[in-house]
T-cell receptor
């Protein structure tokens, strides 16, 4: 099955700086890569996603890049704000089947 | 999008007892998923629940310990049986995916503490 690795496990940045979280996956059949933000006491919520036919996607301060050849994808948050502090999970899923394989999570702290 | 309601949101249970967690979706979905999130850890899939068939369990999870019901297209339950402190986790239900893959939507989770 798919194996998703995520780094770093913790990340602290100053407010206004950028944050980058990286994930690798093992199954070349995976073609959908969402990123989730989980705040304390809440379930994960989708913040951005990318499909395998796209190399980069941006939504305001958040962007995701995908390198299918190298099997890695990254989340980029620019101009970080304290409310960006949360745990972020990457995930991968193949075309056939419905299971999402999650990375181990990154605890992001934005220091005011 | 889908709105998922989970009940209870949290509970403290005695070891040896069982707890049933309910998951209600505001639209009909073919597949529902149950995840476990141990403290500070990622999400681990317990089982996939299809309406009208037996749930499919992932390695390390068995039906006797985590029986699942899926009586209709908008509802599912997960029971954590004969609980021990090691079962203390957040349990999340999810819908999404499909043959044309879309995002997964999660409930707010059930925070279970076994004492």
């Amino acid at each position: 099955g798919e194996n998703v690795e995520q780094h770093p496990s913790t990340l602290s940045v100053q407010e206004g700086d950028s944050a980058v979280i990286k994930c690798t996956y093992s199954d070349s059949a995976s073609n959908y890569f969402p990123w989730y933000k989980q705040e304390l006491g809440k379930g994960p919520q989708l913040i951005i996603d990318i499909r395998s036919n796209v190399g980069e996607k941006k939504d305001q301060r958040i962007a995701v890049t995908l390198n299918k050849t190298a099997k890695h994808f990254s989340l980029h948050i620019t101009e970080t704000q304290p409310e960006d502090s949360a745990v972020y999970f990457c995930a991968a899923t193949p075309v056939i089947g419905n299971q999402f394989y999650f990375g181990t999570g990154t605890s992001l702290t934005v220091i005011p | 999008s889908a709105v998922i309601s989970q009940k209870p949101s949290r509970d403290i249970c005695q070891r040896g007892t069982s707890l049933t967690i309910q998951c209600q979706v505001d639209s009909q979905v073919t597949m529902m998923f149950w995840y476990r999130q141990q403290p500070g850890q990622s999400l681990t899939l317990i089982a996939t629940a299809n309406q009208g068939s037996e749930a499919t369990y992932e390695s390390g999870f068995v039906i006797d310990k985590f029986p699942i019901s899926r009586p209709n297209l908008t509802f599912s339950t997960l029971t954590v049986s004969n609980m021990s402190p090691e079962d203390s986790s957040i349990y999340l239900c999810s819908v999404g995916g499909g043959w044309v893959v879309t995002e997964a939507f999660f409930g707010q989770g059930t925070r279970l503490t076994v004492v």
